[in-house]
């Protein structure tokens, strides 16, 4: 066969047709590599910062933005009004369960007082559960104390982790 400088010509373009595609199709994956490295380390971030919001946050303020976070959870939210409230701050309910909700927004551990308000508030309310939402810690009598009492503790980890799923729409 006899390649005349037509011919070459085509073959020559195929080529370079398919190294621009060969180098589109690589652009792309590393397009595509650096967002979704991008969005993970976004994500992170988001967490940590997220939790330095709230530690800036007032109670009630607190008290707002756990109700939005239950909310999302797919929870129908009340809340109690800021005196009188038998120690109960939200109340929350979803498929037959109604929980009454203490949230605390503190620097530091949280002890028993906050648990003993809101096992107490969950029988005043005529809740079915009692939970205590933190931006920080429990001490390990607040944790005892809980657990006897079937009283759900939702610590500062935890609370990331519905931050994060809040914000990532799930």
Known sequence: MLFNGKTIGFVLAGYVIE?????????????????YIQNRNRQRRARILRL?????MTGREFERYIGKLLVS????????????????????KKEGETIAIQAKCYQSKLG?????????????????????????RFTPSAKILAA?????????????????KFKNGE
């Open 148 to 164: 006897s009492n079937s009283c759900a503790l939702i610590d500062r980890d935890q609370l990331g982790e519905w931050i994060l």
């Open 19 to 35: 190294i621009i595609i060969a180098v589109g199709l690589l652009a792309l994956v590393l397009v595509f590599s650096l967002v």
């Open 52 to 56: 330095e919001h709230v530690d800036q």
């Open 73 to 92: 959870r797919g929870y129908k939210v009340l809340y109690t009004p800021v005196t009188g409230d038998f120690g109960v701050d939200l109340i929350a």
């Open 112 to 136: 028993q007082a906050p648990v003993r308000e809101a096992v107490a508030g969950m029988a005043q309310t005529k809740c079915n559960k009692s939970m205590v939402v933190t931006n920080s």
